[in-house]
DNA sequence: GATGAATGAGGATTCATTCAT
DNA sequence: TATGAATGAATCCTCATTCAT
């Protein structure tokens, strides 16, 4: 049940009667086996295999051009299945970056990088640069789905979720880094961190071994000196 | 010869066993432009005409999603007609980076600021970062049409055309600002430059008034603090 | 797997990741008849609904200039529908093509006409001309399909395929019926067999009555007066 | 003139203004060049152009599948150009048909052999056939328009008419060669040895070489073996 | 839950033909 | 005459979505 339900509850209000409340215990999801749930770890596993194939979808053919069809295919299922878990193309990408946050943090630990404050930012640019191309690189399609809008301002809905979740977790690392920053500030800073981030990302996506490496240094001189001169103290 | 022809003869050989004979006194454009051009007059301005209606619907639909009918229908006229003129979407992309790059030329110059090589560096970036937002208030399409591709890697013809020739540019300028840079590492400081360009656009182009002038401000300091090490004299 | 399967499976391989395990058992048909079948009845219906709508829109403007749409109207389905069972006009004829050649096996067996090898090169004429007349007044739609190429040695797929099929019937009749003829000329007999059995076949269907029976008489003429010196034992 | 006027006052009343009387006169064309037609030099050489351009796209994509664009593309021309000589494609067609049996009554004469009704029939089917494909090897075309129709029974006009003077032509011809078979029978195997005809072309033009000319040897015997016990006296 | 059939509007593109210049 | 622009219906095909089973 949970994370069928969830899927349709976080974000749109079709799937209404489903039973919302236990979204925190279903977090502990190691254990969810045990539970009397027989029909629902087959939904489960449906919803995982559409997942999946919607990111390969995504992937070889861009957010835009991704077809539900295409999906259900992928994923062996039927586009009558696909419909049964999704209310629509959105909803997929919706809970894909939901899920992608998700590992994010379990992964990661809420901040991207060490949360010591006295690590010197060096440090944490570097830690937080390395952890986002790593990510990136074992789940190409944060890519897509991050991907900007192609209208600027217009973006799809599942952009802005995944976009508002990196701009949160972007700032509260930021605010440990430049405490300060005047928090108006604080949100521009953290908005361009973010473009930097994603701008930085497609150019190491699109290279390979030591070029690749070298767009890796890049991005982290880019960051370093973009908010070293905000971090310093004025001493 | 003027744009009108150069869509079609540009980009199509369709009609190649045209007027052989004064190809080669076409080549010298005063007097090629008066002969066979009478009647392209309408065609010229349907040409203007699609393009612009192109421009219109890259914005408000973005590229991939844009459709050819569409593009003919706030034209104004018939799908037939546009591909009269234009074998596909692609096509009319390309064209309008063509004019794009052209009218940036044509305004601004061969350089994106002031040539003279002894202008420091924030203020030739200053000055890039000033026109090149201008030029995009002014024409907005120029972001639909670089939006970057859906698929790292894969790009639309167009816009690698764009791409291409923005990067050029860049790079020149960037040589003469950057003399002591060696010319792997140039290539590379440009793609970069380029790219927190546009990530720095599609944020000034979502904010208006004094948020707007704060995110372009964030785009010069970006860009100055990038730079600023590598235009240093070691010394 | 019945036919509906047939189509979708023997021509295109996209829904090639389904029921992954059950194939090896598919093959021994009996089983594999009945499990995933039932909600096909549908489509089977549809399948067969779609290809007579073809046969009679591919007799009433020729396949060349049938249009899919036009078919689908027909069988009185949306476009959509169509391309559900058929990728594109192609596989539908080519389905049609072996569901014919599927149906004469199955009304004349193997041979076009009696197989014992003492009956007389007429008689057996006489049988094979008989059938093949009879066969293309009851389904008029094998012409359209056998039509030869637009241009020479520029077969469809489907006509390529019935083509082959007939002439490997024919070609094993004439072989019990001359014996003595070398396999490299026999192919080239068949071939001339099967031209004139496709024109005098164009003659009898464009004529009724008295002189439609007249042009069989004559088909028949022309191809025993044919085969009759290379069958004659040269004693 | 001539021509150009021919050409739409054949079939189409569409063009009546035109010189019709001449008609007769033009016939004798190798003195036309004479008369102060000097525009209408032009017009035919235009003609020539077309319908040489339209020939050689009717052999590349059949006749069917041909536009008229593609013609005047291939023929260097605009489309209006073309709908100035023509009034559209099947106009086209007959006029290259009414050419192509002229260029063949002058070629070859009246009959496609020799005259002499003492000839023994195996040479004159001989010449005949010789001639027939020759003449369809130097003239394509001929195949694309003689081309059985697509639905039996239903041809196009130019069709037709090809079919109708090549059916005259060789029922002069058959007419010395069969004396005794009554008017009746001869319009029907009349058919049938164009039938036979028709089909011996396609195979010996999708043949090369050796095995072409034994196409043409058993075209012959076909012929030959139908027709004998035609034209044998029953001495 | 699962299937696959069904839809029909919309996509790109072509074509025979007409018209203004 | 000749041009090339214009048309709009028709082509094939796809897609998100719904529905009966």
Same sequence: chains 1, 2, 3, 4.
Wanted: with cysteine; hydrophobic share 40%; glycine share 6%.
């Amino acid at each position: 049940m949970r994370a069928g339900a969830r899927v349709c509850q976080s974000r749109s209000e079709t799937w209404g009667s489903r039973v919302p409340e236990n979204t925190e215990k279903a977090e502990s999801e190691p254990k969810a086996d045990t539970r009397p749930r027989r029909r629902q770890a087959r939904g489960e596993r449906r919803i995982a295999q559409l997942l999946e194939a919607a990111a390969s979808v995504f992937c070889s053919s861009g957010y835009t051009a991704a077809s539900t069809n295409a999906i259900a295919r992928e994923a062996g299922v039927s586009p009558g299945t696909l419909y049964q878990f999704f209310p629509n193309k959105e909803a997929i990408a919706i809970e894909l970056g939901d899920r992608l946050m998700h590992e994010m943090r379990e992964t990661y630990g809420e901040a991207l990088g060490p949360v010591d404050p006295a690590t010197p930012l060096e440090e944490a640019v570097e830690a937080a640069v390395d952890r986002f191309i790593d990510f990136n690189c074992r789940h190409p399609v944060f890519f897509a789905l991050m991907h900007g809008p192609d209208i600027p301002g217009r973006m799809a809905e599942a952009h802005e979720a995944l976009h508002t979740t990196l701009l949160e977790r972007i700032q509260t690392r930021l605010a440990s880094v430049l405490p300060d920053v005047p928090a108006a500030d604080l949100a521009r800073i953290t908005e361009v961190c973010l473009g930097l981030y994603m701008a930085g990302l497609e150019l190491v996506l699109t290279h390979e071994g030591a070029e690749r490496e070298a767009y890796v240094r890049e991005l982290k001189n880019v960051l370093v000196r973009y908010l070293a001169p905000l971090a310093a103290p004025p001493a």
